[in-house]
């Protein structure tokens, strides 16, 4: 009965494929029809290469129906005088898989005793990809006594027969491919092994890539060993086709499998930028990458199988491009860490520079006499290793930054090499596309390097300045000449970097570039003569700088506006006044400059005091209120010069002018200005010392026989004529005016 169904499913399975290749087909016209298409078509390559597609469709799928025969004649070509040759190969390499195993087994459980000791989790990648290097190649030194003891059962026992030898090496060779695959997913994704891996993957997605991508492979080898040994084998052409294009399919399955069950893992490192930020391109990689690689595998698969069928080179290999592309791309970004990390830019918080560290403090504290803290000198070895190694991060993230774009390039062009184009060809777009892509890098790189050791340096004078006090009016003390020079030299060089780039690219693209020498030459006289004015800008802003004029934070006066100045460009600035308006001011139009924020600054107070007032007692206990000043925590350390009295500056009717003046540095005087009046009033409160009002005494020339008494409207008559000598504002004079005028 089993029997009776199994002829019948043959037969079902022989007319469907039948079917297939009479459709696949279309009713083929006669031989001389056909000869009489292909002429029709000779001008059309497009009509001629869908004919031969259909050709080799027709016979593909016309030769599944006698596969099994195909092979049986194949193996049954090769027997000669021994019909069981193929039953006694196997049972060999069986014995050699086995053999080789246990030499497999055996030696890495040897050579990771003696090469890669226990040990705690590595505390830098450069120490973990050095341990992952170890590894592999202990793991490589394995597959070779692997090798030799597989290749010493197979020649112990092996037969002399040509088609057991052929099929041996063909087995072990796909063995080792696989023993490769395994060193090389192992050194990735350190299954069981977080301690050490490089990727951002937890342990359970690691494993069970690890497990999923090994299994594809396995299945793959079968593929290929089988496609690879009835090639030898002498199989008919159409049936080595159809294994072959059943090969990839398979193959692109498993992968797009792979990657459409573990996308979450898959997108997380995929998308993974530096900053770990939410941002646009990470979610629009988090949302294409994996529809982007199906669509990949599927027209990989298409042009595979339409290579396959026309008999064409380069097949096989597009349907693992990818998954090649990523490995080569860890190893490379791996490799190039270590470079960065050994070479270019060591650790300085590394154990070994740590403990040196340890040891120089503990001989510096032993040199001073004092005994030594154990666990504070590694405490402060530690805090400082870590400084030190935060200043220079930023520079080591753009390296790493650099170093991944490398390797994304690498990947790359592997991937192009298998679809047949070569990147290194200057004659292709692709090749041009390559070396623009490398200036352009270059430049990149150039750029953000300069860009981060400006703004760092910015960042550092400007934290050195110290920033502004609340109680600071204006004149406070601006920032360094260099923080205010630097953000023009950096526009600068960001500006050349940019240009010497892109005329790079233009003369890669083909652009002669030097026509645009000349016309800019020409463009740059036409705008000296028709901008004269911003010319004059651009080279009084130059001069006023290189004289230091000015620096950025500085409180300045220019005759027509004065403020802090704010920001500085090529051709103007702008001044923030104290009271909040923002003006902007072209360096041409400045005509002196006025900067009450060098140095230091003198502040001088006025007061008025009655005739009977002691002056030299005055003199006396305004220098020893200096003096106290001077000796204050808070305010002493802001006196360039104490509190002195000026004397009597000047007299008028009801009031006598004492000023005292002091020095301090700038924008700290206002503040002192408080305390100095507050003081004084104290002062003369205790010690009775009168402040003087204004007064008038109107004297009426008078008969003194005449005992009138002045009626009311007179006396109102009398004070509304003294009324405008009340209200009259005193003159300006810099001799008695209470402070010095801003």
Known sequence: ??????????????GILASATAFAAGALPAAAQSATAMEMAADKPLVRLGLELRTAIADTFSAATSMPAMVS?????????NPDWLAATLLVLAASLVAGSFALLAGERWLFARLLPDRPPEPTRAARILRLIGRA??????VALFYAAALAVAFLLASHHPAGRVTLLIGLQSVGVLLLLRIVLIAVLSPGNGAIRMLSLDDASAASLYRWIMATGVISSIFLALHEWLDAMNLDPAGH?????????VTCLMLSAVAVSHRAALGRMVSASPDDGDNGRRRMVQRLWLPLLVLYFVVAFV??????????????????????????WVAAYGLMVLAIDRLLLPRLDSTERQARRSEDL???????????????VAAQAAAEAVDAEGQRSPYRDLLDHGAAILSAVIALGYVLSRWGIDPRDKTSIVGNLFEIGVVTFIAYMCYRAVQLTIDRQISRERGQSGGRSEEMEVGGAGESRLATLLPIFRHFLLITIVVIGGMIVLSQLGIDIAPLFAGAGVVGLAVGFGAQTLIRDIFSGAFFLIDDAFRKGEYIDLGSVKGTVEKISIRSMQLRHHNGPLNTVPFGEIKHVKNFS?????????????????????????KKFGESLMQHPDYGPKFLQPVKSQGVTALEDSAM???????????????????????????????????????????????PSDPRQFSDGEKQAIAGAVRPLLDQPAAKNPLTDASESR
């Open 1 to 14: 009965m089993s029997k009776l169904l199994q002829h019948r499913a043959k037969g079902r399975l022989a």
């Open 73 to 81: 004649s194949a193996i049954a070509g090769r027997a000669g005088d």
């Open 137 to 142: 190649f202990a793991m490589l030194l394995a």
């Open 241 to 249: 086709r159809l294994l072959a294009i059943l090969s990839v399919g």
């Open 303 to 328: 042009v595979s199988a339409g290579r396959l069928l026309l008999e064409r080179e380069a097949a096989i290999g597009l349907v693992a491009a990818p998954v090649l592309a990523g490995l080569i």
């Open 362 to 376: 503990v001989r510096a504290e032993e040199a001073a006499g004092e005994v030594p803290d154990g666990d504070a």
């Open 598 to 622: 060098r140095d230091w600054a003198v502040m001088k107070l006025a007061f008025r005091v009655t005739y009977d007032t002691d002056v030299e007692k005055m003199r006396k206990l305004i």
């Open 657 to 703: 002018i004492v000023r005292v003046k002091f020095m301090t540095r700038p924008g700290d005087q206002f503040e002192l200005r408080k305390v100095v009046y507050s003081g004084i009033r104290d002062l003369c409160e205790a010690n009775g010392i009168h402040f003087a009002h204004r007064e008038v005494t109107v004297r009426v020339a008078q008969d």
